[in-house]
């Protein structure tokens, strides 16, 4: 199973930006679909998370600008990224829960990371 990002880059203050997760390989399943955020010195953070129904969560910092979606046809989840901030500025991972064929537990799978940069 292999989880690919897209869709950082450089953007200014204000500016808008698009993730996309795609998960690939032997899935049976995909439970929760989530984006974290890592900056310098700082711990991982969760920024928003979707269940398999649709359910959504976001972290304080980023409601009412960053919504998540996902496609499950496509084993896709997006992060639509609206009024960025300096404070944006982070390395963004993707992870999901998936159960592969054949398995009988899940997965904690991450993605090898974007860098989304909003300069001011």
């Known amino acids: 199973v292999q989880l690919v990002e897209s869709g950082g880059g450089l953007v200014q203050a204000g500016g808008s930006l698009r993730l996309s997760c795609a998960a690939s390989?032997?899935?049976?399943?995909?439970?929760?679909m989530s984006w974290y955020r890592q900056s310098p010195g700082k711990q991982r953070e969760l920024v928003a998370a979707?269940?398999?129904?649709?359910?959504?969560n976001y972290a304080d910092s980023v409601k009412g600008r960053f919504t998540i979606s996902r496609d499950n046809a496509k084993n896709t989840v997006y992060l639509q990224m609206n009024s960025l901030k300096p404070e944006d500025t982070a390395v963004y991972y993707c992870?999901?829960?998936?159960?592969?064929?054949?398995?009988?537990?899940?997965?904690?799978?991450w993605g090898q990371g974007t860098l989304v940069t909003v300069s001011s």
């Open positions: 992870n999901a829960d998936i159960f592969e064929d054949y398995s009988i537990g899940s997965l904690d799978a």
């Open positions: 979707v269940t398999s129904g649709g359910t959504t």
């Open positions: 390989g032997s899935i049976f399943s995909i439970n929760a």
